[in-house]
């Protein structure tokens, strides 16, 4: 009689967590690190995610602090690429859109799971990396970031 073992190996990747390191920092920010005001205030080729209230900043996790801009990798290996697909628009697409494929117009348009993120210049598309084409909207996986609280009602 023979015996087979087989292995598998899960990998997990942990997002980093949105951290707060005062108004005005006086040390150059790192990955997921706030508040900046704009790139320079970043580490290398980070970028300042600007935000209005607790907005999803991509590449990291956790809510932050309300109205802070936190550095993030527009180029995170770890998300997939804006993908601008020609002839998709409005309701000319011949199939939905999967994640970070646009552009869309409407959550109809995108394959079922996924929703369209409206942006009006090159906003990040969380979950996603790249910046796509100006003023294309993309589909991406939403994102529940639920607490069960109002977030500034959450106790860290």
């Not at 809510?63 to 997939?80: H, K, Q, V």
């Not at 009006?120 to 994102?143: A, F, I, R």
């Amino acid at each position: 009689s023979t015996t087979t073992t087989t292995t598998t190996t899960t990998t997990t990747t942990t997002l980093p967590h949105l951290v707060y390191k005062g108004d005005d920092p006086s040390e150059t920010l790192e990955l997921c690190e706030g508040d900046c005001d704009d790139d320079s205030h970043c580490e290398g080729d980070l970028i300042c995610f600007q935000r209005d209230g607790f907005t999803l900043v991509p590449g990291c996790a956790g809510l932050g602090n309300e109205r802070t801009d936190y550095c993030f990798d527009p180029s995170n290996p770890a998300m997939p690429n804006l993908v601008s697909r020609p002839g998709t628009w409005g309701s000319n697409a011949a199939d939905p859109l999967g994640a970070c494929e646009g552009d869309c117009d409407a959550d109809s348009e995108c394959k079922e799971g996924y929703v369209c993120f409206q942006r009006d210049d090159k906003t990040p598309v969380p979950g996603c990396s790249g910046e796509g084409t100006d003023k294309w909207d993309y589909c991406h996986e939403p994102v529940l970031s639920d607490l069960g609280l109002d977030p500034p009602e959450v106790k860290k």
